[in-house]
Protein backbone atom coordinates (compact mmCIF):
# COMPACT_ATOMS: atom_id res chain seq x y z
CA UNK A 1 0.00 0.00 0.00
CA UNK A 2 1.29 3.36 -1.17
CA UNK A 3 0.52 5.04 2.57
CA UNK A 4 2.95 2.97 4.18
CA UNK A 5 5.56 4.57 2.00
CA UNK A 6 5.25 7.44 3.77
CA UNK A 7 4.81 5.78 7.12
CA UNK A 8 7.50 3.65 6.59
CA UNK A 9 9.97 6.40 5.58
CA UNK A 10 8.95 8.25 8.60
CA UNK A 11 9.72 5.47 10.66
CA UNK A 12 13.51 4.93 9.44
CA UNK A 13 14.17 8.50 9.44
CA UNK A 14 12.79 9.37 12.21
CA UNK A 15 11.21 12.83 13.39
CA UNK A 16 14.58 15.44 14.51
CA UNK A 17 14.07 16.15 17.69
CA UNK A 18 13.65 19.98 18.44
CA UNK A 19 16.17 20.76 20.57
CA UNK A 20 19.15 19.67 17.99
CA UNK A 21 18.21 21.33 15.10
CA UNK A 22 21.23 24.77 14.51
CA UNK A 23 21.51 24.36 10.56
CA UNK A 24 18.49 27.37 10.11
CA UNK A 25 21.23 29.39 7.43
CA UNK A 26 22.58 26.48 5.97
CA UNK A 27 18.82 24.98 5.33
CA UNK A 28 18.24 28.44 3.60
CA UNK A 29 21.14 28.29 1.62
CA UNK A 30 20.56 24.53 0.63
CA UNK A 31 17.23 25.46 -0.01
CA UNK A 32 17.95 28.07 -2.54
CA UNK A 33 20.69 26.11 -4.02
CA UNK A 34 17.73 23.95 -4.49
CA UNK A 35 15.21 26.43 -6.04
CA UNK A 36 17.56 27.69 -8.66
CA UNK A 37 19.34 25.01 -9.80
CA UNK A 38 16.10 23.37 -11.57
CA UNK A 39 16.09 20.00 -9.21
CA UNK A 40 13.86 17.85 -11.13
CA UNK A 41 12.67 16.03 -8.11
CA UNK A 42 11.19 19.33 -6.96
CA UNK A 43 10.20 20.62 -9.95
CA UNK A 44 8.07 17.48 -10.20
CA UNK A 45 6.14 18.22 -7.12
CA UNK A 46 5.41 21.31 -7.62
CA UNK A 47 3.94 20.17 -11.35
CA UNK A 48 1.80 17.72 -9.54
CA UNK A 49 0.69 20.05 -6.63
CA UNK A 50 -0.17 22.76 -9.64
CA UNK A 51 -1.73 20.00 -12.01
CA UNK A 52 -3.93 18.89 -8.87
CA UNK A 53 -4.87 22.22 -7.43
CA UNK A 54 -5.78 23.88 -10.44
CA UNK A 55 -7.73 20.75 -12.06
CA UNK A 56 -9.57 20.95 -8.97
CA UNK A 57 -10.50 24.75 -9.10
CA UNK A 58 -11.31 24.18 -12.94
CA UNK A 59 -14.20 21.39 -11.74
CA UNK A 60 -15.24 23.51 -8.58
CA UNK A 61 -15.72 26.27 -10.59
CA UNK A 62 -17.79 24.52 -13.02
CA UNK A 63 -19.68 22.79 -10.06
CA UNK A 64 -19.93 25.63 -7.60
CA UNK A 65 -20.01 29.20 -9.59
CA UNK A 66 -23.49 28.52 -11.28
CA UNK A 67 -24.93 26.40 -8.31
CA UNK A 68 -23.96 29.96 -6.41
CA UNK A 69 -25.90 32.03 -9.14
CA UNK A 70 -28.68 30.12 -8.68
CA UNK A 71 -28.87 30.48 -5.34
CA UNK A 72 -28.28 34.10 -5.44
CA UNK A 73 -31.19 34.33 -7.84
CA UNK A 74 -33.71 31.47 -6.68
CA UNK A 75 -36.12 31.96 -3.85
CA UNK A 76 -37.38 28.47 -3.03
CA UNK A 77 -38.66 26.70 0.46
CA UNK A 78 -35.46 25.22 2.29
CA UNK A 79 -33.00 27.82 0.78
CA UNK A 80 -32.06 29.12 4.15
CA UNK A 81 -31.29 26.05 4.81
CA UNK A 82 -29.37 25.07 1.58
CA UNK A 83 -27.28 28.68 2.21
CA UNK A 84 -26.57 27.67 5.88
CA UNK A 85 -25.27 24.30 4.88
CA UNK A 86 -23.09 25.69 2.00
CA UNK A 87 -21.33 28.20 4.70
CA UNK A 88 -20.72 25.09 7.41
CA UNK A 89 -19.42 23.33 4.19
CA UNK A 90 -16.83 25.90 3.91
CA UNK A 91 -14.94 24.90 7.11
CA UNK A 92 -14.77 20.91 5.89
CA UNK A 93 -11.53 19.38 7.36
CA UNK A 94 -9.75 18.19 4.63
CA UNK A 95 -8.92 14.90 6.29
CA UNK A 96 -12.58 14.34 6.61
CA UNK A 97 -12.90 15.22 2.99
CA UNK A 98 -10.17 12.27 2.51
CA UNK A 99 -11.81 10.09 4.14
CA UNK A 100 -14.55 10.08 2.73
CA UNK A 101 -12.93 10.17 -0.57
CA UNK A 102 -10.80 7.11 0.75
CA UNK A 103 -14.17 5.08 1.79
CA UNK A 104 -15.22 6.35 -1.59
CA UNK A 105 -12.82 4.45 -3.57
CA UNK A 106 -10.91 1.75 -2.03
CA UNK A 107 -11.43 -1.06 -3.51
CA UNK A 108 -14.48 -2.71 -1.53
CA UNK A 109 -15.94 0.93 -1.61
CA UNK A 110 -18.86 2.25 -3.92
CA UNK A 111 -16.44 3.63 -6.34
CA UNK A 112 -13.31 1.07 -6.02
CA UNK A 113 -13.91 -0.22 -9.82
CA UNK A 114 -12.69 3.21 -10.63
CA UNK A 115 -9.23 1.92 -9.84
CA UNK A 116 -8.64 5.90 -8.30
CA UNK A 117 -7.15 5.44 -5.05
CA UNK A 118 -3.42 6.61 -4.63
CA UNK A 119 -3.44 8.56 -8.42
CA UNK A 120 -3.76 12.17 -8.97
CA UNK A 121 -7.24 11.92 -10.17
CA UNK A 122 -8.40 10.86 -6.64
CA UNK A 123 -6.59 13.98 -5.13
CA UNK A 124 -8.45 16.24 -7.52
CA UNK A 125 -11.71 14.54 -6.80
CA UNK A 126 -10.84 15.32 -3.25
CA UNK A 127 -9.88 18.28 -3.57
CA UNK A 128 -12.99 19.22 -6.02
CA UNK A 129 -15.34 18.28 -2.92
CA UNK A 130 -12.82 20.34 -0.28
CA UNK A 131 -13.35 23.60 -2.67
CA UNK A 132 -17.03 23.49 -4.15
CA UNK A 133 -18.87 24.49 -1.39
CA UNK A 134 -15.94 27.44 -0.50
CA UNK A 135 -17.10 28.61 -4.76
CA UNK A 136 -20.39 28.15 -4.17
CA UNK A 137 -20.65 30.17 -1.05
CA UNK A 138 -19.03 32.68 -2.32
CA UNK A 139 -19.95 33.22 -5.54
CA UNK A 140 -24.03 33.29 -3.63
CA UNK A 141 -22.39 36.22 -1.51
CA UNK A 142 -20.85 37.67 -4.11
CA UNK A 143 -23.18 37.51 -6.75
CA UNK A 144 -26.40 38.52 -4.23
CA UNK A 145 -25.91 42.09 -4.50
CA UNK A 146 -25.63 42.26 -8.10
CA UNK A 147 -29.05 40.36 -8.66
CA UNK A 148 -30.66 42.90 -6.15
CA UNK A 149 -29.25 45.54 -8.87
CA UNK A 150 -30.17 43.85 -11.34
CA UNK A 151 -33.62 42.02 -10.66
CA UNK A 152 -36.14 44.69 -11.94
CA UNK A 153 -34.20 45.69 -15.06
CA UNK A 154 -34.07 41.67 -16.01
CA UNK A 155 -37.24 41.36 -15.54
CA UNK A 156 -38.34 43.77 -17.43
CA UNK A 157 -36.16 42.53 -20.22
CA UNK A 158 -37.92 39.37 -19.98
CA UNK A 159 -34.99 37.08 -18.58
CA UNK A 160 -36.26 34.85 -16.13
CA UNK A 161 -34.16 34.18 -13.21
CA UNK A 162 -32.67 31.07 -15.28
CA UNK A 163 -31.64 33.42 -17.58
CA UNK A 164 -30.05 35.77 -15.04
CA UNK A 165 -27.72 33.06 -13.70
CA UNK A 166 -25.16 33.33 -16.97
CA UNK A 167 -25.95 36.70 -16.93
CA UNK A 168 -24.54 37.71 -13.21
CA UNK A 169 -21.65 35.04 -13.73
CA UNK A 170 -20.73 37.25 -16.76
CA UNK A 171 -21.45 40.11 -15.23
CA UNK A 172 -20.13 39.37 -11.58
CA UNK A 173 -16.70 37.90 -13.29
CA UNK A 174 -14.11 40.10 -11.38
CA UNK A 175 -15.99 39.15 -8.16
CA UNK A 176 -15.63 35.41 -8.81
CA UNK A 177 -12.09 36.03 -9.54
CA UNK A 178 -11.29 36.60 -5.90
CA UNK A 179 -13.46 33.83 -5.08
CA UNK A 180 -11.73 31.44 -7.79
CA UNK A 181 -8.37 32.51 -5.72
CA UNK A 182 -10.12 31.36 -2.37
CA UNK A 183 -10.67 28.32 -3.57
CA UNK A 184 -7.46 27.95 -4.94
CA UNK A 185 -5.16 29.03 -1.63
CA UNK A 186 -7.70 26.39 -0.05
CA UNK A 187 -6.72 23.58 -2.52
CA UNK A 188 -2.84 24.72 -2.72
CA UNK A 189 -2.22 24.38 0.88
CA UNK A 190 -3.73 21.45 1.91
CA UNK A 191 -2.14 18.62 3.29
CA UNK A 192 -5.14 16.29 4.77
CA UNK A 193 -7.29 15.34 1.79
CA UNK A 194 -4.09 14.44 -0.96
CA UNK A 195 -2.13 12.98 1.83
CA UNK A 196 -5.08 10.42 2.59
CA UNK A 197 -6.30 9.51 -0.80
CA UNK A 198 -2.66 10.26 -3.00
CA UNK A 199 -0.57 8.53 -0.41
CA UNK A 200 2.27 10.71 -1.68
CA UNK A 201 4.06 8.22 -3.64
CA UNK A 202 7.46 10.09 -4.93
CA UNK A 203 7.23 10.81 -8.12
CA UNK A 204 3.21 10.24 -8.79
CA UNK A 205 1.14 11.56 -6.10
CA UNK A 206 3.71 13.68 -4.04
CA UNK A 207 2.74 17.11 -3.91
CA UNK A 208 4.19 20.45 -2.43
CA UNK A 209 2.41 20.25 1.29
CA UNK A 210 2.87 16.42 1.46
CA UNK A 211 6.27 16.80 0.91
CA UNK A 212 7.03 19.75 3.00
CA UNK A 213 5.37 17.20 5.92
CA UNK A 214 7.56 14.26 4.71
CA UNK A 215 11.04 16.38 4.38
CA UNK A 216 10.12 18.15 7.92
CA UNK A 217 9.81 14.65 9.76
CA UNK A 218 12.71 13.16 7.85
CA UNK A 219 14.70 16.38 9.05
CA UNK A 220 15.48 16.98 4.98
CA UNK A 221 15.07 20.60 6.24
CA UNK A 222 16.94 22.14 3.16
CA UNK A 223 14.42 20.79 0.82
CA UNK A 224 11.24 21.11 2.40
CA UNK A 225 11.93 25.14 3.32
CA UNK A 226 12.69 25.01 -0.50
CA UNK A 227 9.33 23.32 -1.36
CA UNK A 228 7.63 26.18 1.59
CA UNK A 229 9.33 29.22 -0.48
CA UNK A 230 7.92 27.76 -3.79
CA UNK A 231 4.22 27.22 -2.04
CA UNK A 232 4.13 30.61 -1.05
CA UNK A 233 5.66 31.99 -4.16
CA UNK A 234 3.03 30.39 -6.26
CA UNK A 235 0.23 31.49 -4.09
CA UNK A 236 2.08 34.89 -3.96
CA UNK A 237 2.17 35.32 -7.65
CA UNK A 238 -1.14 34.01 -8.09
CA UNK A 239 -2.70 36.06 -5.98
CA UNK A 240 -1.32 39.33 -7.65
CA UNK A 241 -2.12 38.56 -11.02
CA UNK A 242 -5.34 38.11 -10.00
CA UNK A 243 -5.60 41.52 -8.03
CA UNK A 244 -3.64 43.39 -10.71
CA UNK A 245 -6.31 42.01 -13.24
CA UNK A 246 -9.55 42.87 -10.96
CA UNK A 247 -7.67 46.56 -10.99
CA UNK A 248 -7.29 46.90 -13.95
CA UNK A 249 -10.67 46.04 -15.09
CA UNK A 250 -12.08 47.68 -12.62
CA UNK A 251 -10.83 50.81 -13.72
CA UNK A 252 -11.75 50.01 -17.43
CA UNK A 253 -15.03 48.82 -16.53
CA UNK A 254 -15.87 51.35 -13.49
CA UNK B 1 -42.92 44.78 -37.13
CA UNK B 2 -46.35 43.47 -37.25
CA UNK B 3 -47.11 42.41 -33.20
CA UNK B 4 -50.89 42.90 -32.43
CA UNK B 5 -51.37 46.03 -30.30
CA UNK B 6 -51.36 45.76 -26.94
CA UNK B 7 -53.42 48.72 -26.71
CA UNK B 8 -55.43 50.25 -25.11
CA UNK B 9 -54.58 48.41 -21.59
CA UNK B 10 -57.37 48.69 -19.31
CA UNK B 11 -57.03 49.26 -15.60
CA UNK B 12 -59.87 47.99 -12.96
CA UNK B 13 -60.05 48.14 -9.34
CA UNK B 14 -56.12 47.78 -9.05
CA UNK B 15 -55.20 47.83 -5.95
CA UNK B 16 -51.79 46.61 -3.87
CA UNK B 17 -50.97 46.32 -0.33
CA UNK B 18 -47.18 45.46 1.86
CA UNK B 19 -47.13 44.72 4.98
CA UNK B 20 -50.68 45.63 5.87
CA UNK B 21 -50.77 49.07 4.46
CA UNK B 22 -52.52 50.24 0.96
CA UNK B 23 -50.07 51.86 -1.30
CA UNK B 24 -52.53 52.06 -4.03
CA UNK B 25 -56.22 51.07 -4.11
CA UNK B 26 -59.07 51.23 -6.75
CA UNK B 27 -57.44 52.48 -9.44
CA UNK B 28 -59.14 52.21 -12.76
CA UNK B 29 -57.55 53.71 -16.17
CA UNK B 30 -57.67 53.34 -19.75
CA UNK B 31 -54.39 53.86 -21.26
CA UNK B 32 -54.88 54.21 -25.04
CA UNK B 33 -52.48 54.78 -27.96
CA UNK B 34 -51.77 58.85 -28.26
CA UNK B 35 -49.75 61.53 -26.60
CA UNK B 36 -47.41 60.83 -23.52
CA UNK B 37 -49.52 60.16 -20.23
CA UNK B 38 -48.12 61.35 -17.47
CA UNK B 39 -48.51 60.26 -13.83
CA UNK B 40 -48.46 63.13 -11.24
CA UNK B 41 -48.01 63.40 -7.56
CA UNK B 42 -46.09 63.61 -4.28
CA UNK B 43 -43.47 61.50 -3.16
CA UNK B 44 -45.61 58.21 -1.62
CA UNK B 45 -48.46 58.59 -3.65
CA UNK B 46 -47.64 55.34 -5.25
CA UNK B 47 -46.58 56.67 -8.69
CA UNK B 48 -43.65 54.01 -9.31
CA UNK B 49 -46.04 51.25 -7.40
CA UNK B 50 -48.51 51.93 -10.18
CA UNK B 51 -45.78 52.11 -13.10
CA UNK B 52 -44.61 48.38 -12.03
CA UNK B 53 -47.84 46.93 -11.75
CA UNK B 54 -48.36 47.70 -14.80
CA UNK B 55 -45.49 46.77 -16.72
CA UNK B 56 -46.18 43.33 -14.46
CA UNK B 57 -42.63 43.40 -12.23
CA UNK B 58 -45.25 43.54 -9.31
CA UNK B 59 -48.55 41.01 -8.71
CA UNK B 60 -51.55 43.22 -7.86
CA UNK B 61 -53.05 42.46 -4.28
CA UNK B 62 -56.80 43.26 -5.90
CA UNK B 63 -58.25 44.15 -9.58
CA UNK B 64 -57.29 43.34 -13.32
CA UNK B 65 -54.68 44.76 -15.49
CA UNK B 66 -56.28 43.79 -19.05
CA UNK B 67 -53.54 44.36 -22.10
CA UNK B 68 -55.50 43.87 -25.71
CA UNK B 69 -53.38 41.51 -26.58
CA UNK B 70 -51.24 38.36 -25.23
CA UNK B 71 -48.16 38.11 -25.05
CA UNK B 72 -47.76 42.10 -24.28
CA UNK B 73 -44.29 41.51 -21.85
CA UNK B 74 -42.33 41.52 -25.07
CA UNK B 75 -43.88 44.56 -26.47
CA UNK B 76 -43.30 47.13 -23.21
CA UNK B 77 -40.13 48.51 -21.67
CA UNK B 78 -39.07 50.35 -18.87
CA UNK B 79 -36.49 52.91 -17.69
CA UNK B 80 -35.85 53.20 -13.90
CA UNK B 81 -35.33 56.29 -11.93
CA UNK B 82 -31.82 55.06 -11.07
CA UNK B 83 -30.42 53.19 -14.75
CA UNK B 84 -29.56 49.62 -14.19
CA UNK B 85 -26.63 49.28 -16.64
CA UNK B 86 -24.95 46.10 -17.44
CA UNK B 87 -21.05 45.96 -16.34
CA UNK B 88 -20.83 45.30 -20.35
CA UNK B 89 -19.90 47.89 -23.11
CA UNK B 90 -22.26 50.12 -23.87
CA UNK B 91 -23.35 49.32 -27.11
CA UNK B 92 -23.51 45.20 -25.04
CA UNK B 93 -25.86 46.86 -23.46
CA UNK B 94 -27.97 47.93 -26.11
CA UNK B 95 -27.56 44.57 -27.69
CA UNK B 96 -28.47 42.35 -24.09
CA UNK B 97 -32.56 42.74 -24.83
CA UNK B 98 -32.53 42.27 -28.01
CA UNK B 99 -30.73 38.55 -27.93
CA UNK B 100 -33.28 37.97 -25.17
CA UNK B 101 -36.05 38.89 -28.00
CA UNK B 102 -34.12 36.56 -30.55
CA UNK B 103 -33.55 39.01 -32.99
CA UNK B 104 -30.75 38.12 -35.99
CA UNK B 105 -27.57 39.70 -35.76
CA UNK B 106 -27.47 42.07 -38.58
CA UNK B 107 -31.14 43.62 -37.09
CA UNK B 108 -29.24 44.03 -33.78
CA UNK B 109 -26.92 45.78 -35.47
CA UNK B 110 -29.17 47.73 -37.21
CA UNK B 111 -31.06 48.71 -34.03
CA UNK B 112 -28.03 49.58 -31.98
CA UNK B 113 -26.81 51.57 -34.24
CA UNK B 114 -30.38 53.05 -34.44
CA UNK B 115 -30.07 53.75 -30.60
CA UNK B 116 -26.86 55.15 -30.25
CA UNK B 117 -27.81 58.12 -33.06
CA UNK B 118 -31.45 58.77 -31.43
CA UNK B 119 -29.07 59.45 -27.45
CA UNK B 120 -26.06 60.69 -29.37
CA UNK B 121 -23.56 58.45 -28.42
CA UNK B 122 -22.06 57.15 -30.80
CA UNK B 123 -18.69 57.49 -30.52
CA UNK B 124 -19.05 55.97 -27.14
CA UNK B 125 -20.42 52.35 -28.12
CA UNK B 126 -17.71 50.65 -26.79
CA UNK B 127 -16.96 52.04 -23.71
CA UNK B 128 -17.67 50.35 -20.48
CA UNK B 129 -21.46 51.53 -19.96
CA UNK B 130 -20.90 52.23 -16.06
CA UNK B 131 -18.02 54.32 -16.66
CA UNK B 132 -20.38 56.66 -18.28
CA UNK B 133 -21.81 60.19 -16.60
CA UNK B 134 -24.75 59.93 -14.64
CA UNK B 135 -26.68 62.01 -17.11
CA UNK B 136 -25.02 59.38 -20.53
CA UNK B 137 -25.97 56.34 -18.27
CA UNK B 138 -29.76 57.67 -18.32
CA UNK B 139 -29.72 58.28 -22.32
CA UNK B 140 -28.19 54.95 -22.79
CA UNK B 141 -31.35 53.08 -20.42
CA UNK B 142 -33.64 55.15 -22.78
CA UNK B 143 -31.96 53.98 -26.14
CA UNK B 144 -31.86 50.57 -24.68
CA UNK B 145 -35.40 50.66 -23.93
CA UNK B 146 -35.88 52.21 -27.36
CA UNK B 147 -34.48 49.27 -29.50
CA UNK B 148 -36.56 47.25 -27.89
CA UNK B 149 -39.49 49.50 -30.16
CA UNK B 150 -41.58 49.04 -27.66
CA UNK B 151 -45.43 49.73 -28.16
CA UNK B 152 -45.58 51.11 -24.44
CA UNK B 153 -42.13 52.85 -22.92
CA UNK B 154 -42.83 53.15 -18.32
CA UNK B 155 -40.65 55.98 -17.80
CA UNK B 156 -40.18 56.49 -14.17
CA UNK B 157 -38.35 59.31 -12.80
CA UNK B 158 -36.16 59.36 -15.73
CA UNK B 159 -34.70 62.84 -15.02
CA UNK B 160 -35.18 62.83 -10.93
CA UNK B 161 -31.51 63.15 -10.14
CA UNK B 162 -30.71 65.14 -13.66
CA UNK B 163 -29.11 68.76 -14.51
CA UNK B 164 -31.53 70.95 -16.74
CA UNK B 165 -29.44 70.34 -19.57
CA UNK B 166 -29.59 66.48 -19.62
CA UNK B 167 -32.93 66.74 -18.23
CA UNK B 168 -34.14 68.51 -21.57
CA UNK B 169 -31.98 66.14 -23.97
CA UNK B 170 -34.07 63.28 -21.69
CA UNK B 171 -37.03 65.27 -23.04
CA UNK B 172 -36.34 66.09 -26.04
CA UNK B 173 -35.64 62.03 -26.58
CA UNK B 174 -38.60 61.33 -24.85
CA UNK B 175 -40.80 63.67 -27.73
CA UNK B 176 -38.93 62.23 -30.08
CA UNK B 177 -39.82 58.33 -28.95
CA UNK B 178 -43.84 59.36 -28.90
CA UNK B 179 -43.41 60.59 -32.17
CA UNK B 180 -42.45 57.32 -33.60
CA UNK B 181 -45.99 56.48 -31.98
CA UNK B 182 -44.87 54.73 -28.89
CA UNK B 183 -47.06 55.21 -25.93
CA UNK B 184 -44.90 56.73 -22.87
CA UNK B 185 -46.32 56.55 -19.33
CA UNK B 186 -44.21 58.59 -17.44
CA UNK B 187 -44.06 59.56 -13.66
CA UNK B 188 -42.64 62.30 -12.21
CA UNK B 189 -43.46 64.94 -9.13
CA UNK B 190 -42.16 68.13 -11.81
CA UNK B 191 -45.31 69.90 -12.73
CA UNK B 192 -43.26 71.98 -15.05
CA UNK B 193 -42.00 68.47 -17.02
CA UNK B 194 -45.81 67.31 -17.08
CA UNK B 195 -46.77 70.84 -18.32
CA UNK B 196 -44.17 70.37 -21.11
CA UNK B 197 -44.94 66.60 -21.96
CA UNK B 198 -48.25 65.12 -21.10
CA UNK B 199 -50.89 64.61 -23.44
CA UNK B 200 -52.85 63.30 -20.59
CA UNK B 201 -52.72 63.53 -16.99
CA UNK B 202 -53.41 61.32 -13.86
CA UNK B 203 -53.02 62.49 -10.69
CA UNK B 204 -52.22 60.20 -7.85
CA UNK B 205 -52.17 61.15 -3.91
CA UNK B 206 -52.02 58.69 -1.24
CA UNK B 207 -52.57 55.18 -3.28
CA UNK B 208 -56.11 56.97 -5.09
CA UNK B 209 -56.50 58.77 -8.45
CA UNK B 210 -57.17 62.29 -7.57
CA UNK B 211 -58.28 63.28 -11.06
CA UNK B 212 -57.40 62.06 -14.63
CA UNK B 213 -57.98 63.42 -18.22
CA UNK B 214 -56.16 65.52 -21.45
CA UNK B 215 -53.51 67.38 -20.09
CA UNK B 216 -55.05 70.74 -21.37
CA UNK B 217 -58.33 70.19 -19.41
CA UNK B 218 -57.02 69.14 -16.32
CA UNK B 219 -54.25 71.57 -16.04
CA UNK B 220 -56.79 74.51 -16.44
CA UNK B 221 -59.83 73.36 -14.83
CA UNK B 222 -59.07 70.66 -12.36
CA UNK B 223 -62.19 69.41 -11.24
CA UNK B 224 -61.32 69.12 -7.21
CA UNK B 225 -60.13 71.21 -4.60
CA UNK B 226 -57.03 68.98 -3.99
CA UNK B 227 -55.97 68.59 -8.03
CA UNK B 228 -56.56 72.86 -7.53
CA UNK B 229 -54.66 73.07 -4.70
CA UNK B 230 -51.80 70.94 -6.17
CA UNK B 231 -51.71 72.67 -9.58
CA UNK B 232 -51.09 75.82 -7.62
CA UNK B 233 -48.12 74.53 -6.00
CA UNK B 234 -49.72 73.93 -2.49
CA UNK B 235 -47.78 70.97 -0.64
CA UNK B 236 -50.15 68.16 -0.29
CA UNK B 237 -49.79 65.87 2.81
Known amino acids: MATCIWIADTAAAGPEPPGRYTGGVQDLTAAFHLLFSGDPGMLGIVAVSLRVSLSAVALGAVLGLPLGAVLAVARFPGRRGVVVALNALMGLPPVLVGLLVYLLLSRAGPLGAWGLLFTPGAMILAQTILITPILAALSRQALEGLWEEYAEALASFGAGPLRAVPTLLWDGRFALLTVLLAGFGRAAAEVGAVMIVGGNIDGYTRVMTTAIALETSKGDLPLAIGLGLVLMTIVLAVNALAQWLRDVAQRRMG | ?237
Open chain 2, 1 to 237: MSAPPILPLRVSGLGFRAGGAAILAEVSLTIAAGPPMLILGPNGAGKSVLLRLLHGLLAPSTGHIAWAATGAQAAQAMVFQRPVLLRRSVAANLRYPLTLRGLPRAEQARRVAEALALVGLEGLAERPARALSGGEQQLLALARAAACRPQVLFLDEPCASLDPAATRRVEEIIGAIAARGCKIVMTTHDLAQARRLAGEIVLLHRGRVMEAGPAATLLATPRTPEAAAYLRGELLC
